[in-house]
């Protein structure tokens, strides 16, 4: 009988915000393989506009140096990949050459600790392994019936006339899809409404609004000591759940359930600690992601009537007055969704930058660069090159029809990445969207509050700066057609 043993995790990371800079000054000193071009002088409105808006900045650069170029950003110099072949250079071909645990997001791994969007090599890959089954599809569908039930009870309140900030409603949303689906947590027991979890999570997460320098403090009342207290509060209500579960034998089909009990080959699971690690990232992977997406996508349809046209004339061919089946959003069969989904995350990809450190120098596109360097690739800079994608800032969600979408280059379109570290999540994440959109569209029209302009913020993930204020309409009834009549 194998004996069951815990997977050993990677030496802890320094907090320290200082060390990684000193570690860039002395690589960059040191390196006997050039830079590649850019601009690399010390200059603080650059900095500054990485930090508000920087996908003109980083467009900018690849007009004038191409796909890989420097960038200096206040003392450390990084490497910027752009474009199809750069970003299958860094997450499949070589992506063994790129270490994530070592990049710029290290930062996350004090509220995040050791979960896959931090870990690398073996770790990583035996704790993906263990971690597969749990988003099997069959577990996945599984979820749909939550998804439903939270988001129409989410809905009920709802009436014509009223205003509602949709970015916000899908926080809280999808956090009580979360705590119930993936970890069996009711959001209304008395651990749950004894810390209010949706707004503790929200204040950790918060921490990663501030600008860097901001984040550096460590002294009383900064936001990082207010991350560290919410962390604690998480911590007690997940680790609670863990320890009750391990001491009744208690099992659902929730992600936490097969998470306690998930092995590999060898017998090895996952610590309790380690199971922690995985679902707060978890939380934090899925909360933003389709909370952004759901806004970005309603913010699009607000300015495409024609499109909210066909995506109601679909539903009302292909489900009438019935609620859609796991079968049928998995599987894409609601097309004309799927092509509106599909744009929304090349417009808008939440995770819309991958930090990286390279290990060994690496070559791409016939530029040479150095090992040890801060890189990134930029999915939301990629989906918006001008050589790659017509009318690269308009939202066409025909370019995504069958035939157009196989014609893509390889490594163009990455809004989950791709390779050994494509988002685990992301078809749980792709359903739990497209059961709310569906919701949305079937029962009220939409549009948005008069003088709101989209301003997008970007730490750490892409969202609408300023919520996203929508006026909810009496919903006009669609005639049954062909989508292909409603698409012409």
Excluded at 45 to 70: E, F, I, N, Q, T
Excluded at 249 to 269: I, M, P
Excluded at 346 to 355: E, F, I, K, S
Aim: hydrophobic share 40%; proline share 8%.
């Amino acid at each position: 009988m194998l004996m069951r043993m815990s997977l050993q995790g990677p030496p802890p990371v320094s907090a320290n915000p200082l060390e990684p800079l000193v570690r860039d000054l002395r690589n960059e000193w040191r390196t006997p393989v050039p830079y590649p071009p850019g601009d690399t002088g010390l200059d603080l409105r650059r900095a500054g506009a990485m930090l508000r808006d920087p996908l003109p900045l980083l467009l900018d650069g690849y007009a004038r140096y191409g796909p890989v170029y420097s960038l200096r950003l206040l003392t450390s110099k990084v490497i910027v990949l752009l474009g199809p072949e750069a970003n299958h250079h860094v997450l499949v071909a070589n992506a063994s050459n790129f270490s994530w645990r070592e990049g710029s997001f290290r930062n996350l791994i004090p509220l995040l600790g050791d979960g896959l969007l931090t870990i690398d090599g073996d770790f990583h890959r035996r704790s993906r392994k263990i971690m597969l089954p749990v988003f099997h599809h069959e577990h996945i569908a599984a979820a749909l019936d939550t998804m439903v039930a939270e988001t129409d009870a989410a809905m009920t309140a709802w009436r014509v006339g009223d205003r509602v900030d949709l970015y916000a409603w899908t926080r809280a949303l999808a956090l009580r899809i979360a705590m119930r689906s993936l970890f069996g947590v009711d959001p209304n027991g008395p651990t749950a409404r004894s810390m209010d979890a949706a707004r503790v999570f929200n204040e950790a997460l918060s921490f990663y609004s501030y600008d860097l320098p901001v984040q550096w403090l460590r002294g009383p009342g900064t936001p990082w000591r207010r991350m560290q207290r919410a962390r604690r509060q998480l911590d007690r209500l997940i680790y609670s759940e863990i320890n009750a579960r391990r001491r009744t034998g208690e099992r659902g089909l929730d992600l936490l359930s097969l998470l306690l009990d998930a092995s590999d080959e060898d017998g090895s699971r996952l610590s309790d600690r380690h199971v922690r690690d995985e679902v707060m990232t978890l939380l934090f992977a899925g909360h933003d992601t389709t909370t952004s997406t759901v806004a970005f996508m309603f913010y699009e349809l607000a300015h495409h009537p024609e499109v909210v046209h066909r995506l109601l004339a679909e539903q009302a061919e292909l489900l009438g007055d019935h609620k859609p089946s796991a079968k049928q959003l998995m599987r894409g069969e609601l097309a004309q969704l799927e092509q509106v989904l599909d744009e929304t995350l090349r417009l808008y990809p939440p995770a819309w930058v991958g930090p990286r450190r390279s290990i060994e120098p690496f070559e791409i596109a016939g530029v040479r660069a150095p090992g040890g360097a801060p890189v990134f690739y930029s999915s939301w800079v990629s989906h918006r090159l001008p050589d790659v994608w017509k009318e690269p800032d308009s939202f066409r969600p025909e370019r995504f029809a069958p035939e157009a979408k196989r014609a893509l280059p390889k490594g163009a379109y990455i809004p989950f990445g791709a390779g050994p570290r494509i988002c685990i999540g992301m078809r749980f994440g792709q359903l739990e969207i497209r059961t709310i959109a569906t919701a949305m569209l079937s029962r009220f029209s939409y549009e948005l509050a008069p003088g709101y302009r989209l301003r997008v913020r970007q730490q750490p993930t892409i969202g609408p700066a300023d919520g996203l204020p929508l006026i909810i309409r009496e919903r006009r009834p669609v005639r049954a057609a062909s989508v292909s009549a409603a698409a012409a």
